[in-house]
């Protein structure tokens, strides 16, 4: 009986060491896959709520609703967490964006780039403007006249 007994004790061992290593690894995969997630979602935009909860400093800027997409492509250029919050308190209704305060050079830098790009737009002819002028250009020009005429035989 003492062979079935050291036997019965090293298998129940080996189980309670599996376990163990099997928890600490199960443990270690839940704590792998927690930091990803935490650093994959708070990336680009987000609400205000998690934006403040990232305990960072959070500054603002006012911008108008149709720079809104433009400004969004800049900022997920520049790798830039923001919140864009609509200010319905005033006619028109404002917009802010916020973002963290670490990042506030990449967001000055897209910003700037984001100004440029907005003044280029401004000095291009608009494109509905240079169509209206060459279609009244071709109907200036004069158009082909077609004269039909019979011969008439004698």
């Known amino acids: 009986m003492a062979v079935q007994e050291e036997i019965e004790q090293k298998s129940f061992n080996i189980m309670i060491s599996t376990t163990k290593l099997s928890a600490r690894t199960v443990l270690r995969a839940v704590k792998a896959a927690f930091r990803l997630y935490q650093s994959k979602a708070s990336q680009g935009k987000q609400s205000v709520r998690t934006l403040l909860r990232q305990n960072r400093g959070v500054s603002s800027v006012e911008i108008s609703k149709t720079g809104i997409r433009g400004l969004e492509r800049y900022a997920k250029k520049y790798g830039i967490d923001y919140a864009i919050r609509k200010d319905t308190s005033e006619v028109p209704p404002r917009y802010l964006v916020f973002f963290k305060a670490p990042d ?25 403007a240079r169509l209206q002028e060459l279609v009244q250009a071709a109907a200036e020009l004069p158009g082909k006249v077609r004269h039909k005429e019979q011969e008439r035989g004698l």
């Open 104 to 128: 506030a050079e990449a967001f000055h830098s897209a910003f700037k780039e984001y100004s440029a790009s907005l003044l280029n737009k401004d000095k291009r002819p608009s494109v509905l």
